[in-house]
Protein backbone atom coordinates (compact mmCIF):
# COMPACT_ATOMS: atom_id res chain seq x y z
CA UNK A 1 0.00 0.00 0.00
CA UNK A 2 1.20 3.87 -1.29
CA UNK A 3 2.25 6.17 1.75
CA UNK A 4 0.57 9.11 1.34
CA UNK A 5 2.25 11.60 -0.72
CA UNK A 6 0.83 14.86 2.16
CA UNK A 7 2.54 12.30 4.89
CA UNK A 8 5.68 11.58 3.22
CA UNK A 9 5.74 15.34 2.99
CA UNK A 10 5.78 15.32 6.56
CA UNK A 11 8.28 12.60 7.23
CA UNK A 12 11.67 13.21 8.63
CA UNK A 13 14.70 11.40 6.62
CA UNK A 14 14.42 8.15 8.31
CA UNK A 15 10.29 7.63 7.36
CA UNK A 16 12.06 8.90 3.79
CA UNK A 17 14.65 6.32 3.12
CA UNK A 18 12.43 3.55 4.70
CA UNK A 19 9.82 4.53 2.38
CA UNK A 20 12.68 4.29 -0.52
CA UNK A 21 13.65 1.01 0.50
CA UNK A 22 9.95 -0.44 0.73
CA UNK A 23 9.59 0.87 -2.90
CA UNK A 24 6.78 3.71 -2.26
CA UNK A 25 6.21 5.48 -5.48
CA UNK A 26 5.55 9.30 -3.96
CA UNK A 27 8.70 8.87 -1.64
CA UNK A 28 10.75 9.46 -5.05
CA UNK A 29 9.07 12.25 -5.55
CA UNK A 30 9.18 13.44 -2.44
CA UNK A 31 13.21 12.50 -2.39
CA UNK A 32 13.25 15.02 -5.95
CA UNK A 33 10.88 17.58 -4.02
CA UNK A 34 13.25 17.82 -1.06
CA UNK A 35 17.04 17.43 -2.62
CA UNK A 36 16.83 18.89 -5.91
CA UNK A 37 18.30 22.59 -4.52
CA UNK A 38 20.78 21.08 -2.35
CA UNK A 39 22.10 18.58 -5.28
CA UNK A 40 21.65 21.77 -7.92
CA UNK A 41 24.17 23.41 -5.61
CA UNK A 42 26.67 21.12 -4.85
CA UNK A 43 27.02 20.20 -8.92
CA UNK A 44 27.14 23.79 -9.40
CA UNK A 45 29.76 24.39 -7.06
CA UNK A 46 32.25 21.99 -7.89
CA UNK A 47 31.51 22.35 -11.58
CA UNK A 48 30.45 25.90 -12.25
CA UNK A 49 28.19 26.19 -15.43
CA UNK A 50 27.50 22.87 -17.29
CA UNK A 51 25.24 22.77 -20.51
CA UNK A 52 24.94 19.28 -19.10
CA UNK A 53 23.85 19.73 -15.38
CA UNK A 54 20.24 19.24 -15.70
CA UNK A 55 21.33 15.47 -17.01
CA UNK A 56 24.12 15.30 -14.43
CA UNK A 57 21.24 16.10 -11.74
CA UNK A 58 19.02 13.63 -13.08
CA UNK A 59 21.79 10.84 -13.19
CA UNK A 60 22.43 12.25 -9.40
CA UNK A 61 18.86 10.46 -8.58
CA UNK A 62 18.95 7.97 -10.54
CA UNK A 63 22.10 6.47 -8.94
CA UNK A 64 20.63 7.35 -5.72
CA UNK A 65 17.70 5.28 -6.25
CA UNK A 66 19.36 2.57 -7.46
CA UNK A 67 21.54 2.10 -4.56
CA UNK A 68 19.32 3.49 -1.94
CA UNK A 69 18.86 -0.19 -0.36
CA UNK A 70 22.73 0.35 0.65
CA UNK A 71 22.02 3.34 2.56
CA UNK A 72 22.45 1.95 6.48
CA UNK A 73 22.34 5.34 8.17
CA UNK A 74 18.39 6.32 7.30
CA UNK A 75 19.31 9.68 9.01
CA UNK A 76 22.88 10.18 6.96
CA UNK A 77 20.46 10.65 3.87
CA UNK A 78 21.93 14.24 3.05
CA UNK A 79 25.62 13.40 3.53
CA UNK A 80 24.94 9.87 1.62
CA UNK A 81 23.40 12.21 -1.87
CA UNK A 82 25.90 14.74 -1.62
CA UNK A 83 28.33 11.90 -2.15
CA UNK A 84 26.53 10.44 -4.98
CA UNK A 85 26.58 14.08 -6.55
CA UNK A 86 30.52 14.72 -5.65
CA UNK A 87 31.06 11.18 -7.75
CA UNK A 88 29.16 11.81 -10.98
CA UNK A 89 30.51 15.45 -10.45
CA UNK A 90 33.99 14.51 -10.65
CA UNK A 91 33.66 11.40 -13.54
CA UNK A 92 32.08 13.96 -15.16
CA UNK A 93 34.84 16.24 -15.15
CA UNK A 94 37.52 14.15 -16.23
CA UNK A 95 35.01 13.03 -19.28
CA UNK A 96 35.20 16.41 -19.74
CA UNK A 97 38.57 17.01 -19.47
CA UNK A 98 39.38 14.01 -21.75
CA UNK A 99 36.64 15.36 -24.52
CA UNK A 100 39.17 18.73 -24.63
CA UNK A 101 35.68 20.77 -24.83
CA UNK A 102 36.35 22.84 -21.43
CA UNK A 103 33.65 25.66 -21.73
CA UNK A 104 33.74 28.83 -19.55
CA UNK A 105 30.89 30.90 -18.89
CA UNK A 106 28.85 34.22 -17.22
CA UNK A 107 28.20 33.17 -13.46
CA UNK A 108 24.83 34.74 -14.00
CA UNK A 109 24.45 31.28 -15.46
CA UNK A 110 25.10 29.47 -12.24
CA UNK A 111 22.76 28.10 -10.20
CA UNK A 112 22.17 29.77 -6.89
CA UNK A 113 25.46 31.35 -7.56
CA UNK A 114 24.96 34.88 -9.08
CA UNK A 115 23.43 36.01 -5.31
CA UNK A 116 26.75 35.67 -4.11
CA UNK A 117 28.60 37.61 -6.63
CA UNK A 118 25.70 41.00 -7.22
CA UNK A 119 28.15 43.10 -8.27
CA UNK A 120 30.56 43.79 -11.64
CA UNK A 121 33.58 42.57 -9.68
CA UNK A 122 32.28 40.40 -8.12
CA UNK A 123 30.92 38.30 -11.42
CA UNK A 124 34.47 38.50 -12.52
CA UNK A 125 35.69 36.83 -9.89
CA UNK A 126 33.59 34.14 -10.14
CA UNK A 127 34.14 33.53 -13.59
CA UNK A 128 38.65 34.12 -13.05
CA UNK A 129 38.02 31.53 -10.28
CA UNK A 130 36.28 28.72 -12.50
CA UNK A 131 38.33 29.19 -15.10
CA UNK A 132 41.34 28.81 -12.81
CA UNK A 133 39.00 25.57 -11.30
CA UNK A 134 39.18 24.31 -14.71
CA UNK A 135 42.93 23.50 -14.84
CA UNK A 136 43.04 22.08 -11.50
CA UNK A 137 42.96 18.23 -10.94
CA UNK A 138 39.50 16.63 -10.48
CA UNK A 139 39.83 15.40 -7.42
CA UNK A 140 41.67 18.85 -6.13
CA UNK A 141 39.21 20.61 -7.89
CA UNK A 142 36.06 18.63 -6.03
CA UNK A 143 38.11 19.14 -2.54
CA UNK A 144 38.63 22.71 -2.95
CA UNK A 145 35.27 23.52 -4.10
CA UNK A 146 33.41 21.74 -1.35
CA UNK A 147 35.23 23.32 1.27
CA UNK A 148 36.34 27.01 -0.54
CA UNK A 149 33.05 27.86 -2.39
CA UNK A 150 30.22 25.54 -0.79
CA UNK A 151 31.60 26.35 2.58
CA UNK A 152 32.07 22.74 4.02
CA UNK A 153 33.62 21.58 6.83
CA UNK A 154 36.70 19.56 6.60
CA UNK A 155 35.26 16.15 7.93
CA UNK A 156 32.45 16.56 5.50
CA UNK A 157 34.45 17.22 2.44
CA UNK A 158 36.54 14.33 3.40
CA UNK A 159 32.99 12.39 3.82
CA UNK A 160 31.69 13.24 0.51
CA UNK A 161 34.63 12.60 -1.50
CA UNK A 162 34.83 9.25 0.69
CA UNK A 163 38.29 9.65 1.95
CA UNK A 164 40.35 9.79 5.22
CA UNK A 165 40.92 13.20 6.18
CA UNK A 166 44.43 13.19 6.02
CA UNK A 167 43.83 12.60 2.44
CA UNK A 168 41.63 15.49 1.87
CA UNK A 169 43.76 17.59 3.70
CA UNK A 170 46.51 17.07 1.32
CA UNK A 171 44.43 17.34 -1.59
CA UNK A 172 43.72 20.70 -0.24
CA UNK A 173 46.81 21.60 0.43
CA UNK A 174 47.64 20.82 -3.25
CA UNK A 175 44.88 22.67 -4.44
CA UNK A 176 45.35 25.85 -2.93
CA UNK A 177 48.83 26.06 -3.92
CA UNK A 178 47.81 25.26 -7.70
CA UNK A 179 44.84 27.84 -7.40
CA UNK A 180 47.03 30.52 -5.67
CA UNK A 181 49.25 30.39 -8.40
CA UNK A 182 47.17 30.47 -11.07
CA UNK A 183 44.93 33.15 -9.49
CA UNK A 184 47.82 35.33 -9.47
CA UNK A 185 47.44 35.83 -13.10
CA UNK A 186 43.92 36.77 -12.53
CA UNK A 187 43.47 40.44 -12.10
CA UNK A 188 40.62 40.56 -10.30
CA UNK A 189 41.44 37.64 -8.20
CA UNK A 190 44.55 38.88 -6.98
CA UNK A 191 42.59 41.72 -5.81
CA UNK A 192 40.92 40.00 -3.91
CA UNK A 193 44.19 38.16 -2.35
CA UNK A 194 45.94 40.90 -1.47
CA UNK A 195 42.57 42.30 0.44
CA UNK A 196 42.70 38.45 1.68
CA UNK A 197 39.48 37.12 0.90
CA UNK A 198 40.87 33.67 0.58
CA UNK A 199 38.31 32.89 -2.55
CA UNK A 200 35.76 31.73 -0.13
CA UNK A 201 32.22 32.20 -1.58
CA UNK A 202 32.71 34.94 -3.76
Known amino acids: MSQPASILARSDDRAL ?10 A ?11 VERILARVLGHDPELAD ?8 SLSAIDTLEDAGALQG ?9 A ?8 RGRWLRFFAPADLPDVEDAAPDAEGREALRATYRVLDRLASDDRVAFALRHIEGLELR ?10 NTIKRRLARAE ?21 RWKRA
Not at 17 to 26: C, I, K, S, T, Y
Not at 90 to 97: D, G, K, M, S, V
Open 90 to 97: REHIRRRI
Open 17 to 26: VHALQEGHPA
Open 56 to 63: ILHEVFVR
Open 177 to 197: RRFSALAAREPSLRAWSERGA
Open 156 to 165: DVAAACNVSL
Open 80 to 88: WLTGIAVLT
Open 28 to 38: KVELFERYVRH
